[in-house]
């Protein structure tokens, strides 16, 4: 616990290129295999002690169920607000829930001087976030930071992480949203094989390229991609860039200046070496 | 592999607070168990392709047989160069050499467009660093970041590893070098009793407190402070301090400002959010 009455966690945005979603009973080994990019671009969230308990996102309260299930767990859900703040917009793509859910966890642990684990921690909002529906992999990606591969689903003592070693400027345009739910609620079996597939070919060559080639054709052969960030990443492509579609999201992202060169208007970040932190 | 004709990494330092060895045929299952703090402070370790081949720290030539391993393993020793600039005192409990081989690992296969993953690069190192005798923990521990608990010894596929979910300012210093390999040369068994034991209160109670208390009882009830570093840590914790010696060096190390607050001329980073990644 630190001396000031409110303490801080900055957990970086994700980006998932490619996945498989792997449900199970238990939400501790739900999850999903895949790929993707942790971004410096995330959200600092900020747990207070108050009277006054809520969840704020950039000013506004909103209803955030997984954020409550794990203040719940911890037993501060009475006295504890939460206040984040993000550089991504919510529900397109960039693990803003699962930011907001680990940093929530990380942040009142430190506030109210609980004595948790980083495993325990993350354990806790990777359950939230399976049962709420809002994400399968963003959690443990985001907790490892780098650019994760995950092998194999589920919380710290069920899954298995990788990584790509690089380190890369990405670029992102956002159209607007998709809903998990609603895809996943689909017929999953091309997903399934599609992200499967992609999963075994990054393995054996764990590059950034081969990310995001298996990645653009994991969008194509699950028939994910959308008009509009299709018409993106093909330009992209078509300009000599490397690009894709980020999962679930209705938004493009590209390596190095992928998106300006094919005359997008990008935001543009960095892969994020530090996985989610409680900061100072 | 990057445009230009040199990769560089960054590993954070790491000290060791308390430590079990555990020795093993496999290399990649040996190691050992404990906890400690990486360090902001750490190495850039540079690759570069040449014909004069060699390892440099901080502009001298320097024999150091793990970096070596690793640049054969990865099929480059003829043509790599390796320049190593430390923040830190090589042979003084900070982890030096174990930052220079992932180092070199992360870096060489950055530069000859090798495609490994974070994984195989870290087994590479873990199991170079345990055959050479500079190390057991330090890798598994730096590839991390944050404040590791090793749970349970060896590289990625071997080893399990928890964390401290804090941030603090670190403060050190340094009176000179311990053998490890004389320290593990002679009677074990209290060293691993006393880690074990640290190891079992810390896994109670992962907090920053409890895990530089448990260090300092470590360093007593196995018998491994020197009167210098008893003098400075007892001096830290007389002044309210926490404090306690890396595991194996003769250096101490205090939270915050212990070690200036008992008079001395200190060090001071923060502990490294990030764990060993490629730079720019």
Redesign the interface.
């Known amino acids: 616990m630190t001396a000031t009455d409110e303490s801080t966690a900055f957990v970086p945005g994700h980006v998932t290129g490619f996945f498989s979603p792997c449900p199970a009973d238990d939400p501790a080994r739900a999850g999903s295999r895949g790929a993707g990019l942790t971004l410096t671009d995330g959200v600092a969230v900020t747990v207070r002690e108050t009277d006054e308990s809520g969840v704020i996102l950039d000013g506004d309260p909103i209803a955030m169920p997984p954020v409550e299930t794990v203040l719940d767990d911890l037993g501060v859900a009475d006295r504890a607000r939460v206040v984040a703040e993000s550089d991504l917009p919510l529900g397109t793509g960039f693990g803003v829930s699962g930011a907001m859910t680990l940093g929530a966890a ?1 942040a009142a ?2 506030r109210f001087g609980g ?5 325990d ?1 993350v354990t806790l909002a990777h359950r939230a976030e399976v049962e709420a529906g809002t994400g399968l992999g963003d959690v443990v990606a985001q907790a490892r ?2 650019i994760p ?1 995950r092998l194999a689903p589920g919380a ?1 003592a069920h899954g298995r992480l ?6 890369r400027r990405v670029e992102y345009v956002t159209f607007g949203g998709l809903s998990t739910a609603d895809v996943l609620a689909g017929d999953t079996d091309p997903l399934v094989a599609a992200g499967d597939a992609a999963l075994d070919r990054l ?5 950034l390229p081969t990310l995001v080639a298996e990645s653009r054709r994991f969008a194509r052969d699950a028939g994910l991609f959308t008009d509009r960030v299709r018409e993106a990443v093909d330009a992209a492509v078509a300009a000599g860039g490397e690009a894709s579609m980020a999962m679930l999201g209705e938004t493009a992202f590209a390596l190095d200046s992928g998106l300006t060169d094919a005359g997008f208007d990008a935001d543009a970040c960095r892969t994020c ?3 989610a ?4």
């Open positions: 990380l642990n430190d004595e948790r684990s980083v495993n921690l930071g780098g591969i710290p990788d990584g790509v070693p690089a380190t393995v054996d060559a764990p590059t070496a530090a996985g932190h409680v900061t100072d």
